[in-house]
């Protein structure tokens, strides 16, 4: 009864099938049909242009993605608790060759456009200061919180009047829509670029970066072969989204960890840390507690001291979410 | 009957397998039980103790091999034809922080020790000039051409005695294995550290770095994160190497494709542009020949405006690599 | 009557007359007499081994230090106020490579080993975070408080503990060394590399980065070149560093500004932010008070909202701090 | 009787006296008057706006103008013997982070439209290989060639057409501009950044990037002080520059330094291995010549095995220069 991370689940069969299926012979790297027809569904299912790259991991997806809006000399506006503050080993760092994270405050891992004024109003318009170049959300955030449209659209104004890029972080973009239950492009909002999360998801090894402006994609391509993460046999991972987007894989297999996660929420009470709103849970309990659900079988993270963090995923188990808030109730 | 590249061929049924078998959930990145027992088999391989880390493309294990080696103010010297100088976009640049690479010549895009030092001795030993710090062989090479074990060992010795560094790119060395008839250990000599590739020979999206110093792959896995190359379901990637190597998958692939290329090469006479000492063929022929063989129905690139390359893989079919033999016999 | 810095100050006339007796041509670079000899003068005055490399700026000194000290993939332990973090236009991520600063806290903008430790302790052995390679300090603080003999003792001591570089930032060093009372060996303790500043002292363009490590200043000659820092006429920064030797001419300035300093905080009392341990007061006033002394002919910067920042310097008129003490004593 | 380098010789008595007539305080960094007044005079001197930029090398100036042209994925076309491909250390690869020279060759280090399409031609629009983001040429080359102005406009059009950023490294530039008798617009065309240099023709430390564009000037500014350029005294740098653009010192100095190189080249008839059109001289000569022009009080380069390099100065002495035409001669 594993609580620990989507981040090392199963492989959707949907996936699988898709793998399979492109087995044959094709070009090399991203020349494949299978790459060539992502960018069209996936305008499709945010309503407006873009283009999509497959990456492997969410760092590089992340850090691509940032590079075509940050200079070298510039800086990223991110709450201090950011996935790319905190567990990218400095990725960003070596992909903005240098640029600085800019480490803004907020409840629940989110960006508010007051946070990050706090941040950026004190920088003086001068050489001897990094100066923000772009912001970048997650959604849902490192504590499971999502952004509502509204709050979006105000960073995103934001970012326009300051003349910043932004970047939506969408490591578990999915979980935050089926939260929302809004469509994918009013949970994305006006953004220049999405790393849409699919590993956490069901998938195996890809990921998508989803740009909102050509030209930024252009330039993703050469940086992505840059970085070694163009693969030759690219149309596996553009199988990988295929089969996530078809039929809405995606937002059913979040609805189903997010209904997994609510299950367990219901049964903590006062012990959450944060209101839940994807599929994390931050649970007070004390050291003792967590080695009694241990005991029944659960598996999950310490979250320091006196909290733990659960994780549901796309394959949890009613049964076992069931079995967890129990176990949680009773303690 | 495709003879472009064997970068976008099928996947090997043994590494589907091994894959559908690493379904299970284990530890995400590098810390499940696939990815651990890499090192154990790598080592008996290659008969001595290696650290193994997969990642997603040559490229990037090229990279990350050399970023051990290589400072920011130093050079890597390779062949003016390598890949990492003339395919691989600009990523040494990238990931070495702005490293050169100091190009030597060689006849079949081989290096040798008195090319290597036509191009390091006359470096002065000051500031004003990049000093190098490595020395990068493909083997086999960009012309398909093997490295005998002396010649291996003859680079080995300049290296040691300059203090260099020593990085093989076996992006097919499962080709020159097989050529050589020789040990993997023998083919790789006293490399520091090794790409060997599996993608072009079977392989999905695993590529292997083999360090033969614990230090360096130590820091390698640093910059492996870094780099946004550590994938959370690495048992996936690790699932495939294994698969190739268990029962020697690698080599049987490796000189199926070697059988058919010297087939082929049997055709050609002195059309050949090298010898033949893995599954490229590099031919003299004119336009209107190549025309000839494509309304054949054969695929392949024009190498220049007087040749043709082409590849052979671990799934080209007997009776293609006759017929193309035939064609060619007749032109 | 300026008190706004003493980075702009006029060049005290023994450098001058070094500059000028510096105008025979001699070897370019670093290849002069006088560049030659500076190692075996700065060796004596601290009582060890050294080797001294001349640039332009503490920024360049600084980060050229940590250079030799921090792997791109690792970070710099510093003060969340320190000069690297907040003043140097992201000098540290251009010159690392993209390595991190790790903010630490410390009144007085002073590190201290709990204030380390607070920092460090947390970070996860894992590749996911950036780990700490170096620390470093600076002497005097950016609110010109001194670290006592012992202070940067101990914070070796934890550094050698962690296999941590050590580096001090010292563009106001002769300052601290002035109020402390004590050598300049005593003063940076056993760092492995100080910033030895002597632009805001009485210098023009030069500034010493003082290594007590061979291989580490071996390392900083490739880095200084390649970073545009190797001046062709060399010679006219090394005569600017000799001149501050000799005499002391350094330690002489340098007093000359704490008197000044002291003189002024004798009259400030409870206004001031920090105890005065150099040449810098933060003096609480508001904003009637600050326009009054402008208003007096006092130039100053102002410190946020509600207090002013003053710079003596090596050449301050004892009139003039005189008539700062009066000024703040009869506000 | 030195004939070693330009790059060591004394300083022009007028820029001693705009140093210490810029001794009196002011603002600091790039905030002073002098530094302020610079823009003017300079597109006074070239016919059209600029903006400029005080270094201290020549190398910084280089590699700070061509950051603002070239990002971190893309290439410079330069000569193969260009100062920036073989005597900056590297800098290149450290300020353009990774982006790579792309070497085109040319008579007397000279580039011409032919010589860079044969670069750029071949390179496949692709993400595999570096696409080219500007051009670079010296002027006077680095064999003391000068680009007339008619082959400067055909590779700025080629630039153009390209969509390609235009450098001129101007090391020696005034010495172009007294060999070709004509304006400084007309020797640097219209490139988009020129770096002019002054050290060698007189100055001490300070060597100017014009900018021809208000944009890359912007950046560049913030490149300068990330990379540790920005001096806090800088006006003793504009100082210099005012001091050589002042009555056109940089040309008088210049011319000198030429008609002492035209002498010494009146003498060497067959043994020049390159036109004289500025002041460096390349001469064949045996090892026993150059031992019996040592033995005379000669100072220079070996220049390879067979020649001999001889640099004036804008304080080449003219019996100096007579000597060593007639030593020459009597070879």
Redesign the interface.
Known sequence: M?FL?D?????HPAV?EAM?AA??????YDG?AISASLDEKMSTLFGRECAVLW???G???N?LALATMV???G?VVCHEEAHIE???????????????LLLAQGEGAKLTPEGIRAVIDPIRDD?????PHAISITQASEYGRSYRPAEVQAIAALAKERGLGFHMDGARFGNAVAFLDCSAGEAAGPVDALSFGF??NGG??AEAIVFFDDEAAD?A?????????????G???AAQIHAMLDGDVWLANARHANAAAAEIAGACGERLMHPVEANELFVRCTEAEREALRGQGFGFYDWGADAARFVTAWNTREEDARALAGAIASL
Request: proline content about 6%; overall charge positive; some cysteine.
């Open positions: 594993q991370s981040n090392a689940a199963s492989v699988w399979r087995d044959n012979p094709d070009a090399p494949d990456v492997a991991t760092t590089a997806a850090c200079q070298p000399h800086g905190v567990d990218e080993g400095g990725a960003p760092g070596f992909y903005l060759h240098g640029a600085k050489v001897h200061q990094v100066q590993v956490k195996m090894t330039i391509r050469y940086r992505r072969k840059r970085a070694g993460h163009l693969q030759s046999k149309r596996y991972l």
